[in-house]
């Protein structure tokens, strides 16, 4: 009774908070000061549309309900096939969209996981309940502050800064992972901040244009009109639009934009893959954009637009004990820590995000491979893997025609389409790989780029843990976990969650590859910022 009470006492809250916010806030608004960049090139307008799938814009096309993005189909390049991050959460996907890295470098492990060091969880935002849990001020600090200027390495210089250290201005509008180098402040509702008993501003670092719902905006209007507690704050399609088309009525479009279009993702998760809707109503968002300009061939003028999903889903049982699996109820051989509070005895944490999990080993007398095999045991886990205290990667897999273990490592004789090397040995079939041994070559199959994306979640953060997916049509549930049953659901390495298609506009110019990882490079090449510095350690030359 007690958190249930607890719950509809924070919602009651949390819609009040949104409410009361979008009438009383004060206006975060950083003033445009006008100005013009001597970018000379076309500008660059990179569009990522939440949970765009091939098959629902197929869907959507034979209905004839997206003019706006046959429009660009008509003018552009469409492709399948372009390989997300891993996990497939938007704020690891986007840090390596933004910095060019996988989690093992921009170390963003996932929407949920767990900061052994400081023994703490880290949640930007899951299910209700386990915000609840977690408890609402770290998750605000957290997904406000942390995330950007703490948790997203140093290392990992963002496109927003390096365009600036190049002179170029950018913008970035409602993306989650943002850092730049201009100073903005974020205000938090009064009520929001109360309930959350977190701080009412949030100093932190973005590009020269930046917004992000409710919480920043470049237009001042932009909060009255789409920030309310039920438009989610202003993390909508609306607001994000109605932010860029200010700028386009400015003329202070820059060099580089991000825009972010969250709202097909809760279509997807709620009626699934297949469901048109989410992208019909982000198409009219789309057909609004570009009617900014006058008229859609001139928005093509001096523009290279590009459009991308940012993960898939994977279409979910339509039964919930077919649809989720009871991770703890696995693990129950262990002591598993609650989200509210973590004993001296726990053995083992667990961090679902979906169709991924983290498992942390609290207790060192703990061996991974114990709580691998236990791992195993359940048919709908599909890839289990860890770190071995030689630095192998060691996986195992749960489902039915999967014995055996890979075991692999970075640098050996044996090269992938990215150009990475691997030593392999095992059963490759646990990941699908196919080798060509005399010529000393590895392909992906169901799992795209797999080694390195694994191999980037398991260097992601310290401590002893496990990576475990989940099979087709299933996800993990643990402790206050939301599942999507019937509907859709990501997280995962599997080709469903992580193949997503690049619609590019204006240029005949091409990434080096067709991943979300070197898209940054490329828009860095197509804003003519000259060649990327070699500044960081880019991992694709093992
Ligand atoms: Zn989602």
Redesign the pocket.
Known sequence: MKSRHLICRFIIGWLLLGWMAACSGPESTSPLRMQSDAHAGKRVVLIVL??LMDETLQEALRGGKLPALSFLMKHGRYETGMVSSFPT??VTIDSTLLTGTYADQHRIPGLFWFDVPHRRYVNYGSSLVEIMKVGPHSVLTDSLFALNNEHLSKQTPTLHETLAARGMRSASINALIYRGPSPHTLEVPKTVAAAASGSERYQTFGPPLFSLGAFASIDPSSRRQHAHSWQKLGMNDAYSVHEFRYLVEQGQLPPFTLLYLPGN??D??RFGPAHPRGLAKADKQLQNLLNAFGSWEKALEDIIWIVIGD?G?AAMAADRSEEAIPIRQTLDAYRVAGLEEIRPEDQLVICVN?RMAYIYLLDPQLAPDAVAEALRKEPRIDVIAWKDAEGKIRVLSGLADREGELVYARAGDTTDPYGQTWSLEGNLRLLDLTVDYSGGRVSYGDYPDALARLYGALHSQEGSFLVATSAERSEFRSEGTYVHKGG???GSLHKLDSLVPLLTVGTEERPAHLRIKDLRDWILRLLDAGTPQQSRTDSAHW
Do not use: K, V
């Open positions: 939440d949970s959460m938007s993702d809760q997807i998760h993960s889903q979906e859709g659901a990501h």
